[in-house]
């Protein structure tokens, strides 16, 4: 029982022990779960809280980024696009154009929804597999009570690749179908229960329809699909009946869309149309009371990669489908997309640019103006949900699929081996030391949503920076300290999908310097270098006084994303964003270019103070050579081998003994569990 001395005996004490403004802790209590104790007989508002539960309450839950702000921010319009303007320093201006392209891709269409509003309401997941490799695809019985779903095997374990079967209070698995040399994946339950409906796939990139009795059996092919469809979605429902089976395809006579199919016969009925066009529609799904299909139309073009889209389902075979209607967008593939329990929200996975690559589970609601509300900040892929119980509930699964990368430190000696570096299960990379060499500063995912954290040099007492309500974005630069240590820079966003500059002093608000991407200071800690596109649409390198107000200035002619000032400080080197990958050194007295060395993309490339530091990858081997030199026009010498293919994160303590490094790991998927989903 807690102390009357640990009591908080109103909102605005709350709210002070929390550091947060009264509105902020009231929405929380209100969503996230925070421990506020309400007077039954007082007046209205009156509350009480104990700071020993709120200490539990927040080591037991991660803040997302916008929860740190008042305000939750809201996204950019549809067709609203980041600019190729010329960068500007302060707060008064906006990046977006109209993106001509995709409205008129999306001309006869209803745009529901001109901002979503993220917001986060997090519910408790468990795990429901943790088997060596992954599972995905998760789809439940009629009655709830099981799972079928795709297992990759373990090269270390007995079980092959295929469709299992598993019970939700049972540890075991039974196969349905297994090896055979074909990749079979979401699977998809009938009303009735006897069927299980799934997508299979060839080593020639062949996709069939297929079922299989429940119990197993021989399986049936149901239609040549024709498109090569990945394992983010679910590819096909069946109508409420049982009768058909939903799924996009593209037909052998050049029918492409979404098709009704006889199980039975294979007989198709052409329901969305997409005849000779570009993109695709996929994933169909249909609402609990099969009056709605839901379904992406993935339109692969650069910046846009699909709409979701809603439609009334004819009440006749052979009637097409409603004029869609165009409720949601985005610019990274979604995944998982399902109806929620009440028939008035759509559940999918996807990304935003702060949280890319990984993918968060989102609930959309239907009404006027449509909402984005974050369920888990959980990396999320396919999504299953059983059928709505007497009180509305169901459960929820889903693959949680974790990108991982993992930091080492490398003594610079013959004989050293690597140690690993503030280890987690998730995504960690792009390591800065400080000037001192004391701390490291890193960009990571582990704590469910990426942010920028700092550790000590050995690894120890890691502990996440607090952006004030700003989204991390982890490019390649990271987060980058002034010369006198006094000051981080590094890239965030407000929520809008901008990419922007920002320098912090530690404890202090964030100060936006310029929109544009990958910073870093001179070695004077005059400048700031970044990079961003000007007016020809082509990144080039900039650099900006670090001072409030200051104007940017293009210091590239032929382009560059990295920009690094060489040692001595007369030029900066562009390491190039696009064909052809090169570097170049740009002198900041007006010179012209010189293009120094070829680059293979994502090839590790650094500068410290003294030292040029690049990697080569090694021809058929899994491993890297990082070589240093003081002028790209003089020999390199040999650093050190890394074991893996390391990337552009990298850094050197500043006594250029060490050496710290991210390469990626193997990544996994498992199956989690949330009951009583609403």
Excluded at 477 to 494: I, L, N
Excluded at 640 to 663: C, H, N, T
Aim: with cysteine; hydrophobic share 35%.
């Amino acid at each position: 029982m807690p102390e009357e001395a640990d009591r908080l005996d109103s909102w605005k004490q709350i709210a002070a022990y929390l550091g947060k403004s009264e509105r902020t802790v009231r929405r929380w209590h209100e969503t996230e779960g925070l421990p506020v104790h309400k007077h039954q007989h007082h007046q209205r508002g009156s509350v009480w809280a104990y700071a020993s539960e709120i200490d539990a309450w927040r080591q037991s839950r991660v803040l997302n980024p916008w929860d740190l702000d008042p305000e939750p921010p809201t996204d950019s319009p549809p067709g609203e696009l980041p600019s190729t303007e010329l960068p500007k320093t302060g707060h008064t201006w906006k990046w977006g154009i109209p993106a001509v392209v995709v409205l008129a891709a999306l001309s006869g269409w209803i745009l529901v929804g001109r901002r979503h509003a993220q917001e986060s309401v997090e519910w408790v997941a468990t795990p429901f597999t943790a088997f060596p490799g992954s599972e995905s695809s998760p789809a439940f019985s009629p009655d709830g009570r099981t799972v079928v779903f795709f297992y990759t095997g373990s090269p270390d374990g007995p079980l092959q690749r295929g469709l299992y079967v598993k019970k939700l209070d049972r540890d075991d698995l039974t196969p349905l179908i297994v090896g055979g040399g074909l990749l079979r994946y979401s699977p998809a339950w009938s009303p009735r229960g006897d069927r299980i409906a799934y997508v299979d796939r060839n080593s020639k990139e062949e996709t069939r329809l297929m079922w299989i009795p429940q119990s197993g059996g021989d399986p049936h092919e149901v239609a040549k699909l024709g498109l090569l469809l990945t394992m983010e979605n679910v590819h096909t429902t069946w109508s409420l009946d049982g009768r058909w089976l939903y799924a996009g395809a593209l037909l052998a006579d050049g029918r492409k869309g979404i098709f009704r199919f006889d199980p039975d016969t294979g007989d198709a009925v052409q329901i969305t149309r997409r005849d000779g066009q570009a993109g695709r529609d996929i994933a169909p799904t249909l609402s609990p009371d099969g009056r709605t299909l839901a379904f992406v139309r993935d339109t692969a073009s650069i910046g846009y990669f699909g709409v979701v889209q809603i439609a009334t389902v004819p009440a006749a075979v052979s009637e097409p489908l409603a004029e869609p209607t165009v409720i949601d967008y985005g610019r990274f593939l979604y995944g998982g997309l399902a109806w929620a329990p009440s028939g008035k929200e759509l559940l999918f996975c996807t990304a935003t640019p702060s949280s890319q690559p990984a993918r968060s589970l989102y609930r959309l609601t239907l009404d006027k103006p449509t909402r984005r509300i974050r369920v888990l900040s959980d990396n999320c892929l396919t999504v299953g949900i059983s059928r709505p119980g007497p009180d509305g509930t169901a459960d929820l699964m889903y693959g949680t699929f974790q990108v991982r990368s993992e930091m080492f430190r490398l003594a610079l000696n013959e004989k050293s081996q690597p140690k690993p570096f503030a280890r987690s299960t998730r995504y960690d990379t792009r390591p800065a030391y400080s000037p001192d060499g004391k701390q490291v500063a890193f960009f990571s995912s582990r704590s469910g949503f990426p942010s920028f954290w700092i550790a000590a040099a050995d690894g120890s007492n890691p502990y996440r920076i607090d952006l004030k309500g700003l989204s991390a974005v982890g490019e390649f630069g990271g987060m980058r300290p002034s010369p006198d240590g006094k000051e981080w820079v590094f890239t965030a966003d407000r929520g809008d999908s901008v990419t922007r500059v920002f320098t912090l002093h530690l404890g202090s608000e964030p100060v936006e310097i310029a929109k544009g991407h990958c910073p870093s200071f001179s070695r004077d800690g005059q400048w700031i270098f970044f990079s961003a596109p000007a007016a020809d649409g082509i990144y080039h390198g900039w650099r900006v006084r670090r001072k409030a107000g200051a104007v940017p200035e293009r210091i590239t002619k032929s382009g560059g994303y990295l920009i690094y000032e060489a040692p001595g400080g007369k030029s900066v080197l562009a390491v190039a964003h696009s064909s052809p990958f090169v570097v170049r050194e740009v002198p900041l007295d007006g010179r012209p270019e010189i293009e120094r060395m070829p680059i293979r993309l994502l090839s590790p490339f650094g500068v410290t103070q003294e030292w040029i530091y690049y990697g080569v990858a090694v021809v058929g081997d899994a491993r890297t050579k990082l070589f240093r030199t003081r002028s790209l026009s003089s020999k390199p010498e040999l650093v050190a081998e890394i074991g893996g293919r390391a990337d552009f994160s990298f850094d050197v303590s500043p006594d250029g003994k060490e050496l710290i490094y991210s390469v990626g790991a193997n990544p996994a998927t498992d199956l989690m569990l949330i009951r009583r989903f609403r």
